[in-house]
């Protein structure tokens, strides 16, 4: 059945159009998500789009916010099945330079930015902040988790714009910054809990 045919909440239509928005951005890129092209996708009109996110560069904002959701949410179950110590921190990275490469992030953000949307990691780096003050309420740790998200997604971003490139012309192989990302998280977390299990000893 055609989404058309169907009467969907304000919410629904909402989620409809970011979805297809992701789709557009993923398979055309940044510069093809536009409230005439999303709206042709789900077969609802320009206006309809208008009311929803009142620009181009709000809807664009509005997928910024939607893709990071998606990923800190898959992030965030992953972390919470596994205690501190146990967590598989390249699957961690993965998901992350994923979102900004393959997921589109990456591409979104630098279109936004570059088109005067000056605050287009907004979305993201609230659903980041949102995600690590949800998981401790440590300040120590959560100091540690910030550090090393600001360090992760800045290598996820650098990577996804011109990680193929460089490892390339290096001779490395293509998942050199992640495994790189991996070690430099691993590092730090191992050092912070023997360092807090120091302090308990003592």
Known sequence: MSIAKKRLSPEESRSVALEAARQILIEMGPQAVTLKAVAARIDRTHANLLHHFGSAAGLQKALAAYLAETVCDTI??????????????????????????????????????????????????????????????????KRLMHEDTLALVLMAMGDAQLGGPMAEALGLPRDTARALATELITGRITAFWAEQGGKAES
Not at 88 to 96: C, H, K, S, T
């Open 76 to 141: 965030a179950a992953k972390m919470t099945g596994s205690p501190p110590g146990e967590r598989n921190v390249r699957e961690i990275v993965d998901l992350a330079f994923d979102a900004f490469d393959s997921g589109g992030a990456g591409a979104l953000s630098t279109w936004m930015a570059a088109t005067g949307n000056d605050d287009a990691l907004d979305p993201i780096i609230g659903a980041i902040h949102r995600l690590i003050d949800g998981m401790t309420p440590d300040a120590h740790e």
